[in-house]
């Protein structure tokens, strides 16, 4: 069936540097995507979002890439910082429905 | 805080009780998310509310789970003649209609011995 998905689990950086983080979608219907932060024992926080209309977002220190001819999504993190270190989850909706997510990235900011 | 709140935040229950989780959404959202989440994985979808419809249910909600939202406000999981794999975070989650943008409360842990 179709889903939401990540290319990798586990992704390593050093402090200063820029992460990417990429996920997969594979519904072309989906029109609305999310980018959700997630530390040890609390819920998911909201990052940044972006519609189907658009191919790029920035929000402060992130950005949001769609590309809907490969049905790729990717968060790019300028600067990580160790406060940055947390599980990113990719989610899809369409037609004001329910968010799907996939299964996560946890991203680990080395000093 | 206005955030989203959840109680509890840990429940530890035996098999084959009850339990009922309680979320608080956001005052002006409308719409209300249930999700369930497993350690390391995403968040499952459950089931939502608008207002006080509820929408949309997930096939992984069986006959043991119950969810409502009788004023549009607040709104109760419960699950009936738990099971050792239910055990997980159960997270609500709340939005306006208008916007999409979903804020997730702190969940609650559910431990089923």
């Known amino acids: 069936g179709e889903s939401v998905g990540l290319h990798l689990p586990t992704l390593s950086v050093q402090e200063g540097d820029n992460s990417i983080i990429n996920c997969a979608y594979s519904n072309s219907a989906s029109d609305y995507f999310i980018w959700y932060k997630q530390e040890s024992g609390k819920g998911p926080q909201f990052i940044i979002d972006?519609?189907?209309?658009?191919d790029k977002r920035q929000g402060q220190r992130v950005t949001v890439l769609l590309n809907k001819t490969v049905k790729h999504l990717s968060l790019q993190i300028a600067a990580t910082q160790p406060g940055d270190s947390a599980v990113y989850f990719c989610a899809e909706s369409n037609n004001n429905n329910d968010m799907r997510f996939g299964a996560g990235t946890r991203l680990t900011v080395k000093p | 805080d206005t955030g989203v709140s959840q109680d509890p935040r840990h429940k530890i229950t035996k098999r084959g009780q009850n339990v009922t989780f309680r979320c608080d959404p956001i005052s002006e959202h409308n719409r209300l998310y249930w999700y369930r989440q497993t350690l390391g994985q995403g968040p499952e979808f459950l089931t939502y509310f608008q207002n006080e419809a509820q929408l949309e249910k997930s096939r992984l909600l069986s006959d043991r789970f119950s969810a409502e939202r009788p004023k549009g406000s607040f709104s109760t999981l419960e699950i009936q003649r738990t099971e050792q794999g239910d055990s997980a975070m159960y997270l609500c989650a709340s939005s306006l209609e208008r916007s999409r943008e979903a804020f997730f409360g702190q969940g609650t842990r559910l431990t089923v011995v």
């Open positions: 972006i519609r189907s209309n658009m």
